[in-house]
């Protein structure tokens, strides 16, 4: 089991920028993707990223496209967000998961990992 652990959630006004960082007990080479989910209360978790491992390339669902960006660092065992130009409906609890599927997948019930989560307050 792929243990991982988030930081860097936090409070911003509207605009700004957050970093999420998630550390994995694993070398990640040996998974072939990770993601970042968001839950805010009452509603279900929603996919917002999605690597590949092996290759790098990234995809970010629609409703944070051209705002928030996934990478890796192999070296470092790690996976970062970067959102920027952040919104109060951005406020979420986020989370890192991991899966060895080979499919592209921003569904949780694909995720066979995952972290305790890290908070992100957006306010206007």
């Known amino acids: 089991q792929v243990q991982l652990v988030e930081s860097g959630g936090g409070s911003v006004e509207a605009g700004g920028s957050l970093r999420l960082s998630c550390e994995a007990s694993v070398n990640i080479r040996t998974l072939n993707y990770m993601a970042w989910f968001r839950q805010a209360p009452g509603k279900e978790r929603e996919g917002v990223a999605v690597?590949?491992?092996?290759?790098?390339?990234?995809r970010a669902a629609n409703s944070v496209k051209g705002r928030f960006t996934i990478s890796r660092d192999n070296a470092k065992n790690a996976v970062y967000l970067q959102m920027n130009s952040l919104k109060p409906e951005d406020t979420a609890m986020y989370y890192c998961?991991?899966?060895?599927?080979?499919?592209?997948?921003?569904?949780?019930?694909?995720?066979?990992?995952w972290g305790q989560g890290t908070q992100v307050t957006v306010s206007s």
């Open positions: 690597i590949n491992i092996r290759s790098g390339w990234p």
């Open positions: 998961a991991a899966r060895m599927g080979v499919t592209l997948s921003l569904m949780a019930s694909d995720y066979n990992d």
